[in-house]
């Protein structure tokens, strides 16, 4: 049987996934009763996959030298909450220029740490998996000390204050849920 589908060029392998693919999504438009499938839902969810795709094409090139890198999820976490609270608490004073250089503020650290890191696997030839080890457990995550529950923009607060107005810094807010 298998050799039928690899004569007509179908990998039985490949077309077993997409299978089971097509059941899961089809699965999901009727439990979620129309809405998966929906363009927004489907906008969503290639917004939220886009940064571990991006993950992963760097990540291919470091599987290709053979190496292991710890460091990914929590350097993308470090960089995302310094963006978001240089963006905040730093640059708020720059409402037309802020937001760009907030993500420069977090690609240029990510960039600083991933050269330090570099520098070790390349000229030091320690292994990635040790270096890369190190700012897991440096990160916020892994410290209690950086780690809280507060949110970096007054948005929760405004939420959970019932006399601001309901669209105060809440963009998920409607003028009825006030």
Excluded: K
């Amino acid at each position: 049987m298998r050799g039928r589908w690899l004569s007509r060029g179908i990998d039985p392998r490949l077309a077993s996934m997409l299978l089971a693919l097509v059941i899961i999504w089809i699965g999901l438009q009727v439990l979620t009763d129309g809405i998966f499938l929906s363009p927004r839902n489907l906008y969503n969810l290639s917004m939220q996959a886009s940064a571990v795709a991006i993950m992963s094409c760097g990540m291919v090139f470091v599987i290709v030298a053979r190496q292991i890198d710890l460091s990914v999820g929590s350097l993308l976490a470090f960089t995302g909450v310094l963006t978001a609270y240089a963006q905040v608490h730093w640059l708020e004073a720059y409402p037309e220029s802020g937001w760009i250089w907030s993500i420069l503020v977090g690609v240029g650290v990510g960039a600083v740490v991933g050269l330090f890191q570099g520098w070790w696997v390349a000229y030091r030839s320690i292994p990635a998996f040790v270096v890369t080890a190190a700012p897991r457990t440096s990160s916020p995550r892994g410290r209690p000390s950086l780690r809280s529950t507060r949110p970096i923009s007054g948005w929760a607060a405004a939420r959970m204050d019932r006399s601001a107005s309901p669209r105060a810094g809440c963009f998920a807010c409607s003028p009825a849920s006030g």
